[in-house]
């Protein structure tokens, strides 16, 4: 078998030796199922965003060993040729259900949930949480600096301080999802459509003889898509005066107006009032500023509190590596398996509270008010229950005093089925349309949560039955 993309070996030591131990306990064909979640919030958030979904199915679609695959797991002197015959032949053909790219999520729901033979389920753990937890961070950061920027336009330029190639190009694809407007990688471009832009760096300013020149040579060679780097020398004293002069000389005998000017140093607030008030009397008020220089969401909000004048935001280095908080810190944890048609729950446990599983294979609703539209909460429940539709009371996991009584409601199932038998049965939508529905979606979701500092806590509750069975296991092991 000849695999375009294979990523078969980028898994966990550990998920082989399971498995050829599963292959030899004749645990191999056990169902299994497995929860991928995550715990916390980056950045102290009150909710994320999830991403990263189309690569994993590209990813199991192209799931397999080659040759030079299971020549190399035989020079590691520890696995079966039976196990390793398995791998020759290996094809994943269980189920995933999945919360589509782009909702809103929070701590401790499922964001996806595998069904499958446990070494089939074993095996893709590292990609899954790979591919999921970097996205989901990325377009959970890209959130906040779009919400930020207030309406004004955010573009993604951290291409080169990015965590390798995909780093740059899938954060950019994760970061479109979630609102910014484009990116300077152009292979994102090319390969997932997200808008590539771009103008000049300093160098351009600085490979001609003087300012002036090299604003009126790119004028004349972009003449309706013309944005300048204003910053090479001075702003104030020649950038936006040479700028302006550039607009006269070359643009306005065509007919054609400036883009606009781009400011990546100094002190941006003070620099994009001056500069809107000269564009302004030259007669260019439609020219816009663009700003970057190492901004995030708290500095892009300081900016606009102080009276920027600004129009669109490049934001790199802290939007591409979630600088502030670099890690999303899913996990990947078996919650079930199943015996003759019969699903037994599994827990784990552990002295650290927040770090007890949820057991069971489970059904996440979203409830939503019938009047604002807004969602007032989530609600866990095991696979074969049903929601009542009229009223329910909504407790908090951890502080169970806490409740909410919700009625007038409409419940929405979030995970969809991705996978059946191994064969794709979601149809994948365009990077467009994810990028559309996660803003309708952040539509749903209240101001209060959506604070940057103390945020209103957003209720996940298990419905009885499964508090029940949570509780029934712990009891079960002595907690």
């Not at 645990?27 to 995550?38: E, G, K």
């Not at 199915?57 to 002197?77: E, N």
Request: glycine share 8%; proline share 4%.
């Amino acid at each position: 078998m000849i695999c375009e993309e294979n990523y078969s070996m980028l898994c966990d030591f550990y998920q082989l030796t399971m498995g050829n131990g599963y292959y030899k306990t004749k645990h191999a064909d056990r169902i299994a199922y497995f929860d991928m979640f995550f715990r916390r919030v980056p950045d102290g958030g009150g909710f994320a965003v999830c991403a990263g979904l189309e690569q994993v199915v590209h990813y199991i679609q192209d799931l397999c060993f080659t040759d030079d695959d299971i020549d190399f797991l035989r020079t590691k002197g520890i696995f079966d040729e039976e196990f390793l015959s398995y791998l020759r032949n290996f094809r994943f053909t269980g189920d995933i259900w999945a919360i589509p790219e782009g909702t809103p999520v929070f701590p401790n729901e499922p964001l996806l949930t595998v069904r499958a033979p446990a070494i089939e389920a074993q095996l893709i753990e590292t990609m899954v949480l790979l591919l999921i937890n970097h996205q989901s961070l990325i377009a959970t950061k890209a959130s906040r600096i779009v919400r930020a920027a207030d309406g004004r336009s955010v573009s993604e330029f951290g291409s080169r301080r990015a965590h390798g190639a995909s780093g740059a190009v899938l954060g950019a694809r994760a970061a479109y999802i979630a609102g910014c407007g484009g990116t300077a990688c152009v292979l994102a471009d090319q390969k997932y459509g997200v808008p590539s832009t771009g103008t000049m760096a300093h160098s351009w300013v600085q490979m001609f003889d003087t300012e002036l020149e090299a604003f009126e040579e790119y004028c004349r060679t972009y003449p309706d898509s013309t944005t300048l780097l204003v910053d090479t020398y001075n702003v104030l004293k020649s950038g936006v005066p040479n700028a302006i002069k550039a607009f006269d000389n070359i643009l306005k005998p065509l007919g054609a107006r400036p883009r606009g000017i781009r400011l990546d140093s100094g002190d941006i607030a003070y620099l994009s009032i001056e500069a809107r008030k000269m564009l302004d009397e030259a007669g260019y008020p439609d020219c816009k500023i663009v700003a970057s220089n190492s901004l995030d969401e708290y500095i892009i909000s300081d900016l606009l509190r102080q009276g920027a004048r600004i129009d669109i935001f490049g934001v790199g280095e802290r939007l591409i590596t979630a600088r502030s908080e670099p890690v999303f810190g899913g996990v990947y944890k078996l919650v079930a398996t199943e015996e003759n048609g019969m699903i037994k729950p599994k827990i784990k446990i552990s002295e650290n509270v927040a770090k007890i599983t949820t057991p069971h294979f489970k059904k996440l609703y979203r409830l939503y008010d019938n009047k604002t539209g807004k969602a007032v909460a989530d609600q866990l429940c095991v696979y074969d229950e049903e929601l009542p539709t009229d009223a329910l009371t909504i407790f908090d996991p951890e502080y169970t005093w806490k409740r909410k009584q919700v009625t007038d409601f409409t419940a929405k199932e979030l995970q969809v089925p991705v996978f059946k038998n191994g064969e794709l049965v979601y149809e994948l939508p365009h990077i467009d349309e994810i990028r559309s529905y996660c803003a309708e979606q952040m539509k749903t979701i209240w101001s209060e949560i959506k604070r940057f500092e103390n945020p209103h806590k957003y209720y996940v509750d298990l419905s009885q039955k499964l508090w029940d069975i949570k509780h029934g296991l712990l009891d079960r092991e002595g907690c």
